[in-house]
């Protein structure tokens, strides 16, 4: 059973980076799914931020296209989350997520709020 | 305002029976791409309902089904239950965006 846990600051003020990392466990980073970001604003529905394969190969979604980074680190076996100029409006729950093709997001985080504010 | 689009809400009684539709578009659903359904509880990872349009992963109970048609799917719940009050959300893969979707969610509310 795979298990995935993100970390990272629970604030960020305005203009920063936020940086989140998901550690991976109970499976190998380099198996046949992608790894990806989802994140739920308050009130929000969700939101697909982007993934990342083990080849490093990266998708991200268009309108966070210009401020998003996600990077893998193999011999850690996690992913990273990297999103600059952050402003409230991002302001949300982060999940890190496991994609496997032809069936969606089969493991879920539990999410870890992050909160924009100075 | 999403890519893919679901009713806010949706209400029945105990052991009713409910239908969330999530309508897409020639770049998504009607693409031919799989739809998806997760159920969030309030303080509670997501969790995945059905895969694939009509798929149940294991341990999710055989009164959740799913189904499409065209550039729109449903997820039907039968035997409604206090339990089943969430939020759920549809997702599919967009080829104009070159990636994924999902509705906007639709509140269930168990009378």
């Known amino acids: 059973q795979v298990q995935l846990q993100e970390s990272g600051p629970g604030l960020v003020k305005p203009s920063g980076t936020l940086s989140l990392t998901c550690a991976v466990s109970g499976g190998s980073i380099s198996s046949s799914n992608w790894w990806s970001w989802v994140r739920q604003a308050p009130g929000k529905g969700l939101e697909w931020i982007g993934e990342?394969?083990?080849?490093?190969?990266?998708n991200y979604n268009p309108s966070l296209k210009n401020r998003v980074t996600i990077s893998i680190d193999k011999s850690k076996n996690l992913f990273s989350l990297k999103l600059n100029s952050v402003t409230a409006a991002d302001t949300a729950i982060y999940y890190c997520a496991s994609i496997a093709v032809g069936v969606g997001i089969d493991y879920w985080g539990q999410g870890t709020l992050v909160t924009v504010s100075s | 305002q999403s890519v893919l689009t679901q009713p806010p809400s949706v209400s029945g009684a105990p052991g009713q029976r409910v239908t969330i539709s999530c309508t897409g578009s020639s770049s998504n659903i009607g693409a031919d791409y799989g739809v998806h359904w997760y159920q969030l509880l309030p303080g509670t990872a997501p969790r995945l309902l059905i895969y694939g349009n009509t798929n149940r992963p294991s341990g999710v109970p055989d009164r959740f089904s799913g189904s499409k048609s065209g550039a729109s799917a449903s997820l039907a719940i039968t035997g409604l239950q206090a339990e089943d009050e969430a939020d759920y959300y549809c997702q599919s893969y967009d080829s104009r965006l070159s990636g994924w979707v999902f509705g906007g969610g639709t509140k269930l509310t168990v009378l």
């Open positions: 990342i394969y083990h080849s490093g190969s990266t």
